[in-house]
């Protein structure tokens, strides 16, 4: 790079297009360096977990990248699979595919309420 004070308006813009060029090109390789650098970490945890007999659902409850909300508790079932009673739903949220299909051959909410 030569003294920008002695450029012209066309050399500064070409050389700041080239400056911003290898700039985007520093923050994909960043990246992908990133990406490939949470693979190996994980690869490494869940190797150290599986020597323990451990897996990461273990240790994250099964619920991996989902953080509770403070004061936040579980609402209470009102409804209930009709064939299998530990599929419930709390009428909060998306219904349940179980509760779609139930609706879908006739059941009314009432029919499948606790």
């Not at 490494?44 to 323990?52: N, T, V």
């Not at 240790?59 to 009709?82: D, I």
């Amino acid at each position: 790079m030569s003294d920008v004070k002695k450029m012209s308006r066309e050399q500064l813009e070409k050389e700041a297009a080239e400056a911003e060029a290898r700039l985007r090109e520093l923050r994909k390789a960043q990246e992908e360096f990133d990406g490939r650098r949470l693979k190996e970490l994980r690869g490494e945890i869940e190797a150290m977990l599986g020597k323990e007999g451990f897996t990461l659902a273990d240790l994250f409850g099964g619920k991996q990248g989902k953080k509770p909300v403070a004061g936040a508790a579980k609402a209470p079932a009102k409804y209930r699979h009709p064939e299998n009673g530990a599929l419930t739903w709390s009428g909060r949220g998306r219904q349940p595919g179980w509760y779609k299909e139930a609706l879908a051959q006739g059941k009314k909410p009432e029919d499948l309420a606790i």
